[in-house]
């Protein structure tokens, strides 16, 4: 491309150094090159006439030929024309030719102009910016469409004498193509593209000069004899334009106080006969006009095509994701000019005998009116005269929209002259009502049936109903939309019918197409909701693909028609029925959930690893932390639930307990280990971080736990790395195997909810893009609410509740040894939500809801206990290791306590938010226990939990406790920070809840417990890779995020969780190494 | 805020059902396709074996078994000198592959499409065919072969030929003058290259002489009026029906037969029944439905037809009359005819077999036809009509033999 960029830019610079003006340099580039190219065109030229010449001299013969013999004899015979001719078909393209001339320097001249940083902010004529779009008519460019009517006038003109219209046709192809080409680009460029197609016009003096010839100008009336013959003409126009002008302006006057209304008025009725005389001329031109346009005759195929353009483009931009989208609406007002010019030309050809006719003809009027309306209001409104700025903040857009619909209502009144004119030739045969049902049968059921069982097979567990509920509830939609449309069918005209089945072919085809093979990402389906909505703002050529797709899926289809390829169709049809009906059933059978959930399995065993196992006979300890429950509230909940005494027998609840920190990475280590591992005694440590430190407590405390012999069950141990493989059991977040419990715990999205959404996402995917946004609806569906709160939507991804719900189902009295039951629940953490019998989950119900919910939970579990008999010997410790100091909740979170001496606080460097979380809850129930719930006023701190649970009563003789609380904030990351900041490092004595009891602790400390820790267990053997693997597959699957990482990558790749999270183990493995 | 998350994948119809689909299309739309391509693979190239037919420069070739009158008395005469050829056919029944003689080979090769793959790479020095339209349609000219040849096969004019059927022959065989003045014409006007247009006749008179010459002598009491209609809608039948018989059989003396074109019974199967049922028990009237008309014609003292191609041969053959029905000609848009603008010969001619007798004179056809019996043209006015339009007649053969041994003689010395 560099030497065509070095003439553009060497013609052009030197045109600036004479002009000093970049315009004019810009036009005198065009002419240098129009020069330039000149005897090229000559040469164009002369050939082209040759050419004529042999196609004049062919055309009798071709034209036998085509009336005679059809299809393949005929292209025969037209070939060896052509040969006997020396005729070679690829000169039809020379008009073309002339243009690919011309590309390689147009793109020379945006490549330099693009670039040319000198163009910025540099004005010409009306154009205020040549490096921009002129945007004279606010969204519309003004210099595209002077190029363009230049263009149509050089077509015009060329192929004045020619009776082929195929290359009339070709320019006026290229015009349009080069209208929405340009129509964005900088103004510069398309100037240099006006220019260049201004001059190509001046060419045609010079290489086709007869075209000018013929037409020689009708002596012209003297201007008094016009203005007599059409003086009523004028008298009417002039009439009607002043009055809707003045009238205007009176109703703008009235909203400004009649300011200038004089002056208004006159120029009123100036601009009245200004436009008067434009019309006259137009009036007395009109029969050379109106025969312009009566010459106009394309195929009525391109004029429907049209149409259909704009509707669909007019459509898509109405209906576009959030916003309606101007690119589109422009796309539709081209395609309507088109159109609406044929139309006209259709009206003027029209048989106005017909009253049919006539009646259209009355109607068209008033779209046309509605639409000058429109226009007039774009023009007034946009070039924003002062005087004609009439209606209230004009939106351009609006009144383009205005222009369009009144359009296409009028070129659809046309469409319907023709199609009551002329006799459409339809083929009829019986197998348009096979090919139809067959089409309608694979639609509706790959919507309402196969398609939603095919969604149902690949997430079989997130459906808590077997997978015929769906045919059962669907088949209603399916039958009934089949007997509609069947119906439509049955009670169509002929006509309507043949366009009917090819309009169900073309819907099929694109259903099939945007399903299959091209189906846009939307993201998963959350709830209700793609994950990635946005997508469905589809680009601009997605959308003009699909309506030239549907155009040409017409003439296929229409053409398969005629050309006895039905049976292709119909096998086709057939085949995808079979193959959408064979699949769907296919994938639902293998599930192994067709006719009803797999609830024989749930008597099956789930592994032992993952069960929670109660000693009969021998002692059991549950070890349960109920992480930022917030102590307090157990006094209304027991008032709330009293008969929780009753259930929670033998418990005491320790109201008079502080929290050994305020944060759980604060209390865990204490909570697990005891006070030597307060977080300032933690903190000489500064070798190790908070992960490591916490693991060999929880090692120790593990330890500790086995030596005692009793079989160690245990949830994720927070902050902890220990090895998980050497638990005798082990809860994760989620085991798959407990899906099992899913219908009876009701977990799984809503049903009926489902069985719509299922073939509602069907119908959305099989949709055209335009109707998509309507369908999606911003996640409300077709005919959903906004009030998605009132949906069910628990899933098993609701794991913290669920885990709760799920306690007495998991666990069994099969442990022939002492069992330890250490639990971790984050269901009382913020965001407080719950999930009830029902399976519905309640959102941001409030932390006491939530606290009380915990309880609730639990005490099923608790009679569970009862009922196996394990109760007696089971000593539970249920504590929290904070208290509630944040959170967000809509409503009122209350936590008030009943703190005296509250204002000491900021003396102890602490905030009533942090106060509040030093206040936990501490409830125990030791070995054979019994008595309702009482109430124990000692002072004790939660960090006495793990002392408790390992000893026997009674506990804590001493009188005077003085219990440490070392309070610290939380930080991102704070697992693998070395030492955590201490806010404020206090001691308590007697009752928490009087705040002179507090004092800062000034100990100092010497030795710290967790030097002798590391020690002990720096022994420690090498994990093996097996136990390494295992280790890491149980912190993938203990964390959240990461989960949700592996599952987004399974989803990309196509493969199981489970198979996911094996390739990240064994990635992270292989990449240690 | 809690994330519930339901990880469906919301477009779940599978690759799987794509491919399968994508598979089976294909499948079901190239079957044919490639059905074809690999009988042409198989078949096209193995069957052109190399030594098929690798010693011989003259090879025939027939459309269909009607056409081994055509090529046998050239075939013979080749072989009465010692020249050797060989014989394609399309049809499976030709003739033409039951005739053994060392000096000839035949074989089938197939149908239309086979045919075309298989004369597309025919090697040979001379070529000939009835089938007209070489290189046009189907069958191209091969680079192996130096000569092509058209055999007229017809005495009629070129007019009712389709477009451009002997512009890529290298030389047609004629059978009379006018073929030779219409073609100059078309070469002049199309500026196609001249062919070598050569005065051979038509071959199969030879046959049907030696066939009328062994016929057993015909017995019969009264003078016989055939009538040979064609079947289309401006024929003798469908224009006149039973009326007609009536007419022609009323106050007459002699017996008719009527040889309807077998097409009729396919195209029009009431009027021959009704036909069949109105004269069962006329006894002067009888329907020849034999696949040879030669019997018919040998018994007939008059013909009665309505320009069907029968009644030249009926004319020159047995030099007998033809009483002809007056018709315009078909369309001739989209033949060869469209592009000349003098008369055809058959119009030209027509007026010289007999009599033409138009819809006002059907009241009186007994008359007509009886007068035409009573007093016959000449016979040697019919054989003066026959020497000025046919060449050779009765020895086309030989002279088609020589001709081709000119023209391969000639390769040889290029």
Known sequence: MSPFIFIIKSIFLFAYDITGNYGISIILLSFSISLLLLPIFILIEKSKKKDNEIKQKMKPLIDEIKRVYKGQER????????????????????PILSLLIQIPFFIAAYQFLENFEALKNVSFLFIKDLSLPDSVLGSINILPVIMTIINLITAYFYTKNNDDTSELKQMLVIAIAFLIL??????????????????????????????????????????????????????????????????????????????????????????????????????????????????????????????????????????????????????????????????????????????????????????????????????????????????????????????????IMYSLSSALIVLNNKKIQIIKNKHNLLIYILAIVYLSGFVFLWNPLNIYSSFPDNFIFPAIEILKHNIYNFIITLLILSLIYIISPTKLKYILTVFILIITSIAFIHNTILPINMGSLQENKYLLSSNLAQPIIRYIA?????????????????????????????????????????????????????????????????????????????????????????????????????????????????????????????????????????????????????????????????????????????????????FDSYLPAWDKDWNKFNYELRIGESTEMFYTLLWENALFYSSPLLLKP?????????????????????????????????LPKISDTKSKTKSFIYIHSMASHHPWDYVDDEGLIHEDVGPYENNKWVINTLAKWIKWMKKNNVYNNTKIVLLSDHGIHWGHFKGKMDTTLPIKNIQRMKSLNLNEGTLKGLFPLLLVKDFNSKGKLK??????????????????????????????????????????????????????????????????????????????????????????????????????????????????????????????????????????? | MTYILLYIDPASTSALLYII?????TLFFSLKGFFYRLKNLLLGKGFIQKNDFEDIDIIFYSEGKQYWRVFWPVIKALEQKGVACAYLTSDNEDPGLKHNSELYSSKYIGNLTMTSVYLNKLKAKFVAMTTPQLDVMMIRRSKNVQHYAHIVHAPIDIFTYRKFAFDYFDSVFCSGPHQIEGIRKLE???????????????????????????????????????????????????????????????????????????QTYVSFPKLIAEIEKKYKDEKRFSIDTKPSGTESMAKADLMISDLSGVIWDFAFLYSKPVLLLKTDFDNIEGFEGSELDYEMWEMRERYRLGQIFDENDIENINNIAQSLINN???????????????????????????????????????
Not at chain 1, 230 to 241: A, D, E, G, R, S
Not at chain 1, 641 to 646: A, D, S, Y
Not at chain 2, 21 to 25: K, L, P, S, V, Y
Not at chain 2, 214 to 219: C, D, M, T
């Open chain 1, 774 to 806: 309507k369908i999606y609806n911003k996640g409300k569906w077709i005919n959903h609410s906004d009030d998605t709160k009132s949906l069910r939507k628990n899933t098993n991804a609701a794991k913290r509740y669920n885990f709760l719900r799920l």
């Open chain 1, 182 to 407: 340009l129509f964005n680009l900088p103004a510069g460029l398309v100037l240099y593209w006006t220019m260049n197609n201004f001059f190509s016009f001046l060419r045609l003096f010079i290489t086709n000069p007869e075209v000018f010839e013929k037409e020689k100008q009708e002596s012209r009336k003297p201007l008094k004899e016009t203005i007599k013959t059409n003086l009523k003409f004028i008298k009417q126009t002039f009439y009607i334009l002043s009055i809707i002008l003045i009238s205007t302006q009176i109703y703008w006057a009235v909203n400004h106080d009649f300011k200038d209304i004089i002056t208004r008025i006159l120029l009123s009725i100036l601009l009245s006969f200004a436009l008067t005389v434009i019309f006259l001329i137009l009036h007395i031109n009109q029969n050379k006009i109106s025969n312009i346009f009566r010459k106009i005759n394309i195929d009525y195929k391109i004029f429907f095509s049209s149409i259909f353009l704009s509707v669909y483009f007019y459509f898509a931009s109405i209906l576009y994701y959030e916003n309606e989208n101007n690119q589109l609406l422009l796309l539709a007002l081209l395609s309507i000019i088109f159109a609406q010019t044929y139309a006209y030309s259709i009206k003027l050809r029209t048989n106005k005998g017909n009253t049919i006719n006539k009646l259209i003809l009355t109607i068209q009027n008033i779209f046309l009116v509605a639409q000058f309306l429109n226009i007039a209001a774009l023009i007034s409104g946009e070039i924003k005269i002062n005087i004609f700025n009439i209606l209230i903040t004009p939106s351009s857009d609006l009144y383009i929209k205005g222009i369009v619909s009144s359009g």
């Open chain 2, 376 to 414: 016959p043209k000449t016979s040697t006015q019919l054989e003066k009509l026959r020497d000025e339009s046919i060449f050779n007649f009765g020895k086309a053969g030989e002279v088609a033999a020589n001709q081709i041994i000119d023209i391969v003689n000639n390769i040889k010395e290029k």
């Open chain 1, 75 to 94: 292209y025969y015979y037209i070939k060896t024309i052509h040969r006997q001719h020396n005729y070679n078909s690829y000169k039809a393209l020379v």
């Open chain 1, 935 to 1073: 109430q124990n006023m000692k002072f004790m701190s939660n960090a006495d939990a793990s002392y408790i649970a390992l000893n026997k009563e009674p506990f804590f003789k001493e009188k005077n406790r003085s219990l440490p609380s070392v309070i610290v904030y939380w930080k991102r990351k704070i697992g693998k920070k070395h030492k955590l900041n201490i806010v404020s490092n206090l001691k308590i004595k007697e009752n928490v809840y009087d705040i002179n009891n507090w004092t800062k602790n000034t100990d100092n400390i010497t030795d710290s417990a967790i030097f002798h820790l590391f020690k002990k267990y720096s022994t420690e053997p090498e994990l093996t890779l097996e136990q390494k693997k295992l280790e890491l597959r149980y912190q993938i699957m203990a964390n959240e995020k990461w989960m949700e990482n592996v599952k987004h990558q399974a989803d990309e790749k196509g493969i199981s969780v489970d198979s996911m999270i094996t390739r990240t183990v064994n990635y992270i493995i292989r990449n240690k190494k």
């Open chain 1, 546 to 726: 699909e309506a030239l797709l549907f155009l040409l899926l017409y003439f296929l289809f229409s053409n398969f028609y005629t050309n006895k390829k039905r049976n292709i169709i119909i096998t086709a049809l057939i085949i995808l029925n079979i193959l959408s009906v064979s699949e769907g059933i296919y994938a639902a059978i293998n599930t192994g959930r067709f006719f009803k959930l797999n609830n024989d399995k749930l008597s099956e065993e789930i592994k032992q690893s993952n069960k929670i196992s109660f000693s009969k006979d021998k002692e059991n300890i549950i070890f349960f932390i109920s992480d930022m429950f917030h102590g307090w509230y157990m006094n209304k909940i027991l008032k709330d639930n009293p008969e929780l005494k009753e259930i929670f027998s033998g418990f005491n609840w320790y109201p008079n307990t502080c929290s050994v920190s305020s944060i759980t990475c604060g209390s865990m280590p204490a909570i697990i280990g005891g006070f030597n591992y307060t977080i300032d005694k933690l903190n000489k440590d500064t070798i190790h971080n908070m992960e490591d430190k916490m693991t060999v407590i929880t090692k120790d405390f593990f330890h500790k736990i086995k030596d005692k012999g009793y079989r160690f069950t245990s949830t994720n141990m927070i902050y902890s790395k220990i090895n998980k493989y050497k």
């Open chain 2, 21 to 25: 689909i994508a598979i089976a299309a």
């Open chain 2, 188 to 262: 002049e006007k199309r500026n196609t290259h001249k062919k070598l247009l050569l005065k051979t006749g038509l071959t199969y008179f030879d046959v049907m002489l030696e066939e009328i010459k062994k016929l057993p002598k015909i017995e019969k009491n009264n003078p016989v009026v055939l009538v040979a209609p064609t079947w289309k809608e401006y024929s003798i039948l469908n224009r006149f029906g039973t009326r007609f018989f009536d007419n022609l059989l009323k106050n007459s003396n002699y017996d008719v037969i009527l040889r309807p074109h077998p």
